[in-house]
T-cell receptor, first 115, second 115 residues
Framework: AQSVAQPEDQVNVAEGNPLTVKCTYSVSGNPYLFWYVQYPNRGLQFLLKYITGDNLVKGSYGFEAEFNKSQTSFHLKKPSALVSDSALYFCAVRVQTGSARQLTFGSGTQLTVLP | ETGVTQTPRHLVMGMTNKKSLKCEQHLGHNAMYWYKQSAKKPLELMFVYNFKEQTENNSVPSRFSPECPNSSHLFLHLHTLQPEDSALYLC??????????????FGNGTRLTVT
């Protein structure tokens, strides 16, 4: 079975500082990895994905994520946080084999950027 | 503006009521999904439709009944719900169920309260 872990329920960072939101995964096979963001009273918005190729993936709003196969991680990063980045962030994984075709989401990390 | 529209945004219903949630996507996608989002819990996949055919029902109680008349529209019919069914119900679409690198596009959800 595939699974995703977001070990931190809450991350606080000061505006202008770099931010990291952690994600680790467990799958059988090659993973497709995604990050989504959810603002209050909104649905999830797609930020970026890793399918294959370069381990560093760039996405919307200045976010990027680094795929690390040996550590089975896909941490979300941004060099300089903005107050407007405060939201709920979800990591998700899917594989192309077996019956585990659908996205499996992590439990989410609430990011708060302090002015 | 999201390409997936959900109505209503908020719904309060009694346990004996019958109501329906509506979802419409304008993205030309062929797969549509219902998710349930409860506080402090991972997103729960409820139903998947691919080219109008239901392909997954993740052990959802029969008081939830989906309907997909075409690839652009998805309904969730509700009857005799329980208070624990109160949650944010999210609709999503994707290119199709089996294009694994295709991200999901979410609507803004219907906040359901069962009294």
């Amino acid at each position: 079975a595939q699974s995703v872990a977001q070990p931190e329920d809450q991350v606080n960072v000061a505006e202008g500082n770099p931010l990291t939101v952690k994600c680790t995964y467990s799958v059988s096979g090659n993973p497709y990895l995604f990050w989504y963001v959810q603002y209050p009273n909104r649905g999830l918005q797609f930020l970026l994905k890793y399918i294959t190729g370069d381990n560093l993936v760039k996405g919307s709003y200045g976010f990027e994520a680094e795929f690390n196969k040996s550590q089975t991680s896909f941490h979300l990063k941004k060099p300089s946080a903005l107050v407007s980045d405060s939201a709920l962030y979800f990591c998700a994984v899917r594989v192309q084999t077996g019956s585990a075709r659908q996205l499996t989401f992590g439990s989410g990390t609430q990011l708060t950027v302090l002015p | 503006e999201t390409g997936v529209t959900q109505t209503p945004r908020h719904l309060v219903m009694g346990m004996t009521n019958k109501k329906s949630l509506k979802c419409e996507q304008h993205l030309g996608h062929n797969a549509m999904y219902w998710y349930k989002q409860s506080a402090k819990k991972p997103l729960e996949l409820m139903f998947v439709y691919n080219f109008k055919e239901q392909t997954e029902n993740n052990s959802v109680p029969s008081r939830f009944s989906p309907e997909c008349p075409n690839s652009s529209h998805l309904f969730l019919h509700l009857h005799t719900l329980q208070p624990e069914d109160s949650a944010l119900y999210l609709c999503a679409s994707s290119q199709d169920r089996d294009t694994y690198n295709s991200p999901l596009h979410f609507g803004n959800g219907t906040r359901l309260t069962v009294t």
